[in-house]
């Protein structure tokens, strides 16, 4: 596997199911982030973590709940989610050094459609 | 409130034109500027980079940044179909952090013909 990797890349749930989405980078980065990606909206950035910790949390409801148990990988945990979370759901990872580019490298996102 | 702006578009030109993209930025704390190509149900692959005021050049595309007046701009020369997308201009203000945050444009559509 290169770059960066996410599972499922779609998924379909109900409001009341519980899931979660996975993402791996292979890039040996140490930051990893959240986006959601909704129709006719600018990318959002929900999570941050930076060397494991979490960093940023955009004021995100808490019906989404993110883990990074090591440096390669980030989880979104979902419950209870709406409707209007239906969007594309995008893992991104960086190096994270003061004074390095911060090129963020995305991988190909979960389709999430909840129904 | 900070701001990226980008004209939708479309943006339409021929085969084997420049196409010129577009994008403003409110903060002018701004330190890395990025273009990244989303093709349609695709993820963002970044496809330029610029620090530094002036141009960059990759291939086909140069990157022009003007911090004075707030200004990213991506042209794509000898345009082929399969450069049609959706640009999305990015601006970072790492703020002292080590991790840098993100603010994306709406995008643009550029759509080639042949």
């Known amino acids: 596997e290169t770059g960066v990797t996410q599972t499922p890349r779609h998924l379909v749930m109900g409001m009341t199911n519980k899931k979660s989405l996975k993402c791996e980078q292979h890039?040996?980065?140490?930051?990893m982030y959240w986006y959601k990606q909704s129709a006719k909206k600018p990318l959002e950035l929900m999570f941050v973590y930076s060397l494991e910790e979490r960093v940023e949390n955009n004021s995100v409801p808490s019906r989404f709940s993110p883990e990074c148990p090591n440096s390669s990988h980030l989880f979104l945990h979902l419950h209870t989610l709406q409707p209007e979370d239906s969007a594309l759901y995008l893992c991104?990872?960086?190096?994270?050094?003061?004074?390095?580019?911060?090129?963020?490298?995305f991988g190909p996102g979960t389709r999430l459609t909840v129904t | 409130q900070k701001e990226v702006e980008q004209n939708s578009g479309p943006l339409s030109v021929p085969e084997g034109a420049i196409a010129s993209l577009n994008c403003t930025y409110s903060?002018?704390?701004?330190?890395?500027f990025f273009w990244y190509r989303q093709y349609s149900g695709k993820s963002p692959e970044l496809i330029m980079s610029i620090y530094s005021n002036g141009d960059k050049e990759d291939g086909r595309f140069t990157a022009q940044l003007n911090k004075a007046s707030q200004y990213v701009s991506l042209l794509i020369r000898d345009s082929q179909p399969s450069d049609s997308a959706t640009y999305l201009c990015?601006?970072?203000?790492?703020?002292?952090?080590?991790?840098?945050?993100?603010?994306f444009g709406q995008g643009t559509i550029l759509t080639v013909h042949p």
């Open positions: 890039l040996g980065h140490n930051a």
């Open positions: 990015a601006v970072l203000n790492a703020g002292g952090t080590s991790y840098g945050k993100l603010t």
């Open positions: 991104a990872s960086s190096q994270a050094a003061t004074g390095t580019p911060y090129e963020q490298y």
């Open positions: 903060d002018r704390g701004s330190q890395s």
